[in-house]
């Protein structure tokens, strides 16, 4: 055995993170942890990586007792993580923040050329062609996870973890992504994968382990389990209807928003897009198709070179967030870490942060009445916490997402544009927001939603609007739907293939 942790615990005040959880893994194994949010995935990673120590447990190396002093002890004996919150360092280049940490030399200067050859090559297998020099900080979630995954493909590993590396990719850079896999694989070192795609590990791993609540569920051999079956283990019962369309459709006539030749360069170029009452928009488009800075622009966090926007009949300037809320647009960003939560302030603030003016009276914040909202809220979308003053950040990554939403949600607006709102939810998680959504739109509301994944927009939504490069190149409304066309049309080619 390469690695084996036996009876690791962790407890957190309130909170049994992991209760008493084995786990090994083989030189040349893949082997996927699966669980609903907050069930202890990233935990047990952080032990077996030496970032935090457990209450009780052992952890053996090659069969040896070890104990890992630190992360950087943990990798000098090979064992490299992608954590799920990204690592990057916003105001260095690409480059730099590959080699971060362990920079190449030649004799005693710093081998630059080396390191951008390295980078180059490994970024470009991954299919990604951000300019080595670019700032981080300035690249799209997307670009800042094949980062983190190139950093960890330049150490020398012998297990590398990767704690939800796919959440933010689109489907041809998850394979570029897989074929590496393969070939570490056949290399003999060992991987651990943690994704809520679950397709994803069937296509991938040879064994998966399941946890739930922080307790160890089972075990199985990927070709002794199906899909029904994995749900099943994770959740502790069985939902039949998870791919069933519950949807009404309750679409009006009437527009609440029109824009007309949206541009920004260059990003976005000349788009037109419309929202009735009631309707869920969907947008298809892979990472740099705009689609993020098209939210954006709606909402009024990014100046437009050109355009026009119309809400509910007249027209809008929205130069800023504050105008867009009080014209009653609310946006859930994509990057919770830096623009949807502030992590040190308890769950509760940041749940009902939009609205906190309600809850000041003459004696100032009235907490009872504040945590009552922040508690409605957060059973809502079943956040899963120990106590609504603990700090946003200690929530699982999960759960921290369900946050972001529920803050929209006590902002009470009639358009909300949610950008990637399923990424890192678990699959009943998922249902909830697929019915929160429904129910907004039943009540009058009216949503925009940006997803990777086209089989949930096609779900979701009642119309799909595909951009690529910054231009609309189809429309499809509910009934039309054709999951290959839409998904060429957001790659930018039409269904002959050829590009638009
Ligand atoms: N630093 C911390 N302080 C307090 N509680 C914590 C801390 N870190 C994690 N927890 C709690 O431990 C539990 C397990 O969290 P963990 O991050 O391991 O979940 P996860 O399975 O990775 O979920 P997700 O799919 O949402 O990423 C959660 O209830 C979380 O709130
Ligand atoms: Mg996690």
């Known amino acids: 055995m390469l690695l084996e942790a036996r ?262 170029n000349n788009v037109d897009l419309t929202l009735h009452r009631g309707e869920v928009l969907g947008i298809a488009g892979l990472m740099g198709s705009g689609r993020t800075e098209l939210m954006r622009a709606i909402y009024g966090a990014d100046k437009l070179d050109r355009g026009s926007i119309e809400i509910n009949g007249s027209a809008a300037y929205l130069s800023s967030p504050r105008k867009a809320l009080d014209q009653g647009l609310g946006l859930a960003p994509e990057d919770r870490k830096t623009q949807g939560l502030v992590l040190s302030m308890p769950i509760a603030h940041n749940a009902t942060m939009p609205s906190l003016l309600e809850y000041v009276g003459p004696f100032g914040l009235n907490l009872g009445k504040e945590t009552a909202a922040a508690k409605d809220l957060c059973e809502k979308l079943y956040v899963k916490y120990a106590s609504l003053s603990q700090p946003a950040g200690n929530l699982s990554g999960g759960n921290q997402q369900k946050v972001v939403l529920a803050k929209l949600l006590g902002a009470g607006t009639d358009i909300y544009l949610l950008d990637e709102p399923t990424r890192g939810i678990d699959i009943g998680a998922k249902e909830a927001i697929f019915d929160l959504i429904w129910d907004l739109t039943a009540k009058g509301n009216s949503v925009i939603i940006i997803s990777s994944v086209i089989e949930e927009l096609i779900r979701v939504c009642d119309r799909i609007v595909c951009l690529h490069l910054g231009r609309v190149t189809n429309t499809y409304e509910r009934g039309n739907y054709d999951l290959n066309r839409i998904m060429l049309n957001a790659m930018g080619k039409s269904e002959a293939g050829a590009i638009q």
Request: glycine share 8%; aromatic share 6%.
């Open 7 to 268: 009876h690791v615990s962790k407890f957190y005040p309130g909170v049994k993170a992991l209760t008493s959880v084995d786990f090994s893994i083989d030189a040349g194994e893949v082997v996927a942890v699966v669980g609903e949010n907050g069930a202890g995935k990233s935990t047990l990673m952080k032990i077996l990586a030496g970032a935090i120590e457990p209450n009780e447990g052992e952890l053996y190396l090659d069969g040896n007792s070890v104990e890992f002093d630190g992360p950087l002890d943990a990798q000098r004996r090979g064992i490299c993580t992608i954590y799920q919150e990204l690592m990057i360092v916003p105001e260095l280049s690409v480059v730099e923040n590959v080699f971060l940490g362990h920079l190449k030399k030649k004799g005693i200067f710093l081998d630059w050329n080396a390191m951008r050859k390295e980078a180059k090559g490994i970024l470009s297998r991954l299919g990604s062609a951000p300019s080595l020099d670019a700032k981080a900080g300035e690249l799209s979630v997307a670009e800042q996870q094949l980062i983190e995954i190139a950093k960890s493909m330049s150490r020398k590993s012998r297990l590398l973890i990767m704690d939800e590396p796919t959440a933010s990719l689109s489907k041809d850079e998850v394979a570029n992504l897989f074929d590496l896999v393969r070939s570490l694989k056949a290399e003999g070192i060992a991987v651990i994968l943690i994704t809520h795609h679950l397709h994803e590990i069937f296509e991938i791993c040879d064994r998966l382990v399941v946890l739930r609540d922080g307790n160890y569920v089972g075990a199985s051999d990927i070709k002794q389990i199906d899909e029904a079956g994995l749900v099943e283990m994770m959740l502790g019962r069985t939902v039949d209807n998870y791919v069933d369309s519950r949807r009404h459709m309750v679409k009006s006539d009437e527009l609440v928003l029109k824009a007309r030749g949206l541009t920004r360069a260059p990003y976005i």
